[in-house]
């Protein structure tokens, strides 16, 4: 079983996050951002990662800190459980539709850091959450795991259906990419022999 715990405590934030990378989408998630909750619940279902994740944060100023901070914690967990990510696939795509709305989730786990987000939000706000902190936390993954992620809209105009379908492609493309290659188990996929 690939799994970490990651426990991440700053003046803003207190964040403990566990993860196994073989599971079945179960877990507990209570970030006191509620949009979040649902965004990692849908995540996590679609990867079919164990996810489990508790922070107290700063939220009477903003969400922002808690945001970004679980992102980090999150792509940490990531780097952890997959050690030097022998007989990995590496690579996973997802083109996901969700209602009007279709994105592509593209991902490769190069141990480099690259995002590239081109959504194009209609509303400032999904209730209570700043959607401009949907784009902070995938960098503060991207940052934190050594990932390089593509999230391209290519219709839609609902922005809570916009944000779910890059959530969920987002999970269904990291499980695609996590997954063990059976034809090259003891491999580590690159022509450098380290990723």
Known sequence: MRTASVNRKTAETDIALTLALEGSGQGTIDTGVGFLDHMLTLFARHGRFDLSVTCRGDTDVDDH???ED???ALGTAFAEALGDKRGINRYGSMLLPMDEALVLAAVDLSGRCLLRYALEL????VGSFDTELAEEFF????RSAGVTLHLRQLDGTNTHHILEAAFKGFGRAMR????????AADEIPSTKGVL
């Open 176 to 183: 695609q990419a996590v997954a063990m290659d059976p034809e």
């Open 139 to 142: 960098w503060a993954f991207c």
């Open 70 to 72: 679980i992102g980090i």
């Open 122 to 125: 209609p509303a400032a706000k």
């Open 65 to 67: 800190h808690s945001v």
